[in-house]
């Protein structure tokens, strides 16, 4: 017998995201139980329901009893809530009226700890409890997002046919879900995917500062740049810079005003607390012992951002504003070169926030034992989410496609690793972006324009593929001080990751 068909589910958390499922889900042919304590988003929705012939497929519902007499067996319920306490609020509440293979599927951003934890709860009554990112903003939760679920075989495979229907659809038509693997690691993927997504970002950001304060570069013409950037190259199909062509050109028709113009330059949501995983990639990233500083450095640009007050009394202490200069160009012919180092210094960047989460997620995986499917994760990316990237998913689809063994056979390190940075097909891109991207910077650093993700990826750069770095003398000052030890220059052993075998008595201690 296969898993059961499911008919109708139960929506709790009917915001933006949770809104626009729970119709795609009734547009499916579902019927949706609704259950959201704002009146607000639920006033909404049925409006919006009622608007679009779903009024009939869907019914609120104010108490978890009888929500869950409102469906049939199993019980197949969504979340999609804020992070966090609210999540153990509402399974609490529900676990009462909860039967063996009724089934969470938990489409929040939710902490992976947390899934882990509720897992281990519901198991006891064998009770399926998924964590499933999902991607693509609240436009996707209405039209088909990418869906990115980890759990148990059984949970999954229930849900499974469901997700396929209402995902995302890439270029051949195929559903951008799968099984990812098992335990949390459907919310670890997606946070990674958001910590990628912020390091992409702010280097489409510094990117669009430089053409529009920098360069004085009309909106209009930005637009167009990023539409090329989006239709062909290194950043083809790249969601954040095609949303970025048509930001630049919106017009406000009751103002006429350029909306992007009036935005405020604030991103405050990792502080309020209403997203978490731009933080729990960045700690990921650390205890996991992964350099990742394109998604960092976004990250600490965003926290610096977020209180503006701050940086108004910062720059009266400091004295009044870095004054940023003008961008000129000498002819055409010398923009253009501009524009086009800049297309491919934020390629770098997007590129280098791919292979540090992948790592992340690497490692994780074999720490967790998950045992993720990155063929999965690569159908996930294709489309539907924030950070889709057709260039970069084409050059992702031999390491993440392959075999561990069929990888390791490609790669110079002949590792069984999906490393990016191990893969000559990748850092061969890295080393034509390197010139461009040095370029950039230099420029912006001469002119004092902000470029915290675009010059953090030059440095990765630098000091991944480098081999005589400072640290020579960081470790001599760690040996001088603390008795660290080091490894002798060149002795058997010294490329290993291990403690150094020599101190030197650079100074004996002595009584004063
Ligand atoms: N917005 C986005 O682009 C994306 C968001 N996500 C994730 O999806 C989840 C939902 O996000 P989003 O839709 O944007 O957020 P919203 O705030 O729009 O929706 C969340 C809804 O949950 C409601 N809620 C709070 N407590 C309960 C409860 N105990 N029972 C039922 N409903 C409750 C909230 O009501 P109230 O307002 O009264 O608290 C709110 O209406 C989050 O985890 C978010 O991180 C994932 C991908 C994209
Ligand atoms: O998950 C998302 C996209 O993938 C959501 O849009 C999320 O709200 C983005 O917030 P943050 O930038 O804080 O991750």
């Known amino acids: 017998m296969g898993p059961p068909t499911i008919k109708k589910l139960a929506m709790i958390g009917c915001g933006s995201m949770g809104g626009g499922m729970a119709l795609l889900f009734a547009e499916n042919g579902l019927e949706v139980s609704l259950q959201d304590p704002s009146k607000e988003a639920m006033d909404a929705l049925k409006k919006s329901a009622e608007k679009q012939g779903l009024g009939e497929k869907t019914e609120e519902y104010t108490d978890y009893q009888s929500l869950c007499a409102s ?60 964590g499933c990112g999902v991607s693509g903003g609240y436009q996707a939760a209405r039209a088909g997002p990418s869906m990115c679920p980890g759990g148990s075989d059984e949970g999954l495979d229930t849900v499974l046919p469901l997700l396929k229907k209402v995902a995302a659809k890439d270029k051949e038509g195929k559903s951008c879900v799968g099984k990812v693997g098992t335990g949390g690691c459907g919310h670890y993927v997606k946070m990674v995917h958001n910590g990628i997504e912020h390091g992409m970002m702010s280097a489409i950001s510094e990117a669009w500062k430089i053409l529009v304060t920098g360069a004085g570069l009309p909106l209009e013409e ?32 009751s103002t006429g005003e350029r909306v992007v113009l009036t935005v405020e330059d604030k991103v405050v949501q990792d502080i309020t607390g209403e997203e978490g995983t731009g933080i729990w990639s960045n700690v990921e990233a650390i205890e996991h012992h992964i350099p ?44 253009s070169e501009f524009v086009e180092s800049l297309r491919v210094a934020v390629f770098a960047a997007c590129l280098a926030s791919y292979i540090q989460g992948i790592n992340v997620i690497e490692r994780a995986d074999k720490e967790n034992g998950w045992n993720v499917d990155f063929a999965a994760v690569h159908q996930i990316w294709k489309a539907g989410c924030i950070i889709q990237s ?20 490609t790669s110079t390190s002949k590792a069984h690793t999906r490393n990016l940075l191990l893969q000559p097909h990748i850092m061969s891109l890295l080393r034509e972006a390197y010139p461009h991207l040095r370029r950039i910077v230099a ?18 750069i630098k000091y991944q593929t480098g081999t005589d770095l400072p640290t020579g003398f960081y470790e001599a000052e760690l040996d001088f001080f603390g008795k660290h030890m080091f490894d002798r220059k060149g002795a058997e052993g010294s490329n290993e990751l291990r403690t150094g075998a020599e101190h030197f008595e650079w100074k004996p201690a002595m009584g004063s």
């Open 71 to 130: 469906l049939d067996s199993p019980k197949l319920i969504v979340f999609s809530l804020p992070h966090g306490d609210v999540g153990d609020t509402v399974l609490g509440g529900l676990l009462p009226y909860l039967e063996k293979d009724d089934i969470i599927l938990d489409c929040g951003n939710e902490r992976w700890t947390n899934t882990e934890r509720r897992q281990s709860k519901c198991v006891t009554r064998g009770i399926e409890y998924i």
């Open 222 to 253: 930005v637009g167009d740049i990023f539409e090329n950037w989006d239709q062909s190259g290194h950043l083809s199909g790249t969601f954040l810079v095609s949303i970025g062509a048509s930001i630049s050109r919106t017009i406000d028709p």
């Open 292 to 335: 990742a500083p394109t998604m960092a450095t976004a990250h600490f640009l965003r926290l610096a951002s977020a209180d503006r007050q701050q940086r108004v009394d910062a720059q009266k202490a400091f004295g009044g504003e870095i004054s940023q200069q003008k961008i000129d160009f000498k002819s055409s012919e010398d923009k």
């Open 390 to 409: 057709d260039y970069i998913s084409e050059l992702l689809s031999p390491i993440f496609t392959l075999s561990l063994e069929e990888v390791s056979s």
């Open 443 to 460: 420029k912006a650093t001469e002119k004092d324009w902000c470029v915290p993700a675009l010059s953090a990826t030059l440095e990765y």
